[in-house]
C-alpha cells in the first residue's frame, strides 16, 4: 500500500480486521514519505496528538496491529517513485500478489499505475478530495488502467505537501498565500470574535482544536490586542521580526533537529531526497535588503489592520537592530 493517510488509516485497520497478511506466508508492506502533523489528527483517525512528528507508516501500522496482533506488516519511509526503484525494485514488485494506492496527487498514481501495468499486478486506486472520493479496480490487459483516463486538474495541493516540502512554484505560492491569510486576515478576525464574546468563543475553539492550538490562537488573540492598546510601534516591528524567525530560522532548525542533513528512513534511504531538498535556516539580519523588507512590509500589514499609521522603512530598520 502506498500511502497512509485519511485512506491509508482506513485500510490499515481494514486489513488488520479482515486478516489479511496474517497467514504462514502472509504480508503486507506499506510506505508513506511523510509525518504526522497537528493538522492530520481531524482526519486521519489513527493518529493522536502525541504522535505528531512520527511516521505515517509505521505509526498506522503499529495501531493496527493493536486490532490484530498477527497482522504481519512492513513499512518504509519513501516515496514509490524512479528516485527509490533502488529500493521498490524489480525483486520487489514481482514478489506482490497486488497493490493499494492511497496517495494525495496525481503523478504518484499515474507511476504506480505503470508499474502494475509493467509487473501485471492488479491495483486498487483510490483517492479522495475534500468530500469528494472514487476508487477505481485494475487488472492489466483485463481493464482500463488509471493512466488510460484523465482526471481533472487538482483544484488544491495536498496539505501534507503544502506545509512540509513545497517545492514546485505552485506550492510556494500557495504557501505564501496560507500565510497571508493565516496572518493578516484570520488572526484579526478572531480577535474580533473574541473581544464581541468571549465565553462563545473559547467554547468553540475547544472544539474545533486541540489543547495547544487554543493555547497559541488565544496567546495571537493577546498580542494583537496588547498592541491596539498602546500603539506601541516597537512591539508591531518585534511581532514583524518574530514572524521572519519563525518561519524561515526557529522551524528550520527544529525540522533539522529532527531530520538532520544525513537523516535516513526505516529502509536506509536519505531522508532529504528527490523534491524533499534539506533546507538551512535564515537568521534574521537587519542589513539584508530581503529580511528588512519583509519585516517593514510585514509591520505595515500589522498596524493596517489595527487601524495605525504606517512607519517608513529607516524607522523600521532602526528599531529592528536595536531590538535584542
Known amino acids: 500500500m ?32 511523510d509525518n504526522i502533523e ?50 521498490f525494485n524489480d525483486e520487489f514488485w ?9 496517495v494525495d496527487n496525481i503523478k504518484a498514481r499515474l507511476y504506480v499505475d505503470r508499474q502494475c501495468v509493467w509487473y501485471v ?27 488510460d483516463s484523465q482526471d481533472p486538474p487538482e483544484e488544491s495541493i495536498p496539505m501534507c505537501t503544502l506545509r512540509n516540502f513545497p517545492n514546485q512554484i505552485e506550492h510556494c505560492i500557495e504557501w505564501g498565500r496560507d500565510q497571508f491569510n493565516t496572518l493578516f486576515t484570520s488572526r484579526v478576525q478572531d480577535a474580533v470574535e473574541f473581544l ?35 500603539a506601541d510601534v516597537n512591539s508591531v516591528v518585534r511581532e514583524a521580526r518574530a514572524m521572519f524567525m519563525n518561519r524561515y530560522d526557529h522551524s528550520i532548525r527544529d525540522l533539522l533537529h529532527l531530520f538532520p542533513e544525513d537523516h535516513t528512513d526505516s529502509s536506509g534511504q536519505p531522508f532529504w531526497s528527490g523534491p524533499k531538498r534539506c533546507p538551512s535556516p535564515e537568521p534574521f539580519n537587519v542589513n539584508d535588503e530581503l529580511h528588512l523588507d519583509f519585516v517593514w512590509n510585514c509591520s505595515n500589514l500589522i498596524l493596517a489592520n489595527l487601524g495605525l499609521p504606517d512607519i517608513d522603512k529607516a524607522q523600521c530598520q532602526s528599531i529592528a537592530a536595536a531590538l535584542p
Open 2 to 33: 502506498i500511502g497512509a493517510g485519511a485512506l491509508g488509516c482506513e485500510y490499515a485497520k481494514a486489513f488488520a480486521l479482515m486478516g489479511l497478511g496474517c497467514g504462514p506466508e502472509g504480508s503486507v508492506t506499506v510506505t508513506d514519505n
Open 38 to 87: 497537528v493538522s492530520n489528527l481531524n482526519r486521519q483517525f489513527l493518529f493522536r496528538q502525541p504522535d505528531v512528528g512520527r511516521s505515517k507508516a509505521e505509526t498506522a501500522c503499529r495501531k493496527a496491529k493493536i486490532m490484530n496482533p498477527d497482522f504481519k506488516v512492513t513499512t518504509h519511509q519513501a516515496f514509490v517513485a524512479p528516485e527509490t526503484e533502488d529500493l
Open 94 to 102: 514481482e514478489s506482490l500478489d497486488f497493490v493499494v494506492n492511497a
Open 121 to 147: 499486478k492488479p491495483l486498487l486506486e483510490s483517492g479522495t478530495l475534500g468530500t469528494k472520493a472514487n476508487s477505481q479496480m485494475i487488472v492489466p490487459h483485463k481493464t482500463q488502467a488509471y493512466g
Open 196 to 230: 464581541r464574546d468571549p465565553e462563545a468563543f473559547v467554547r468553540q475553539l475547544r472544539q474545533n482544536t486541540t489543547s495547544s492550538g487554543v493555547r497559541a490562537q488565544l496567546s495571537d488573540i493577546n498580542t494583537i490586542v496588547e498592541i491596539k492598546k498602546t
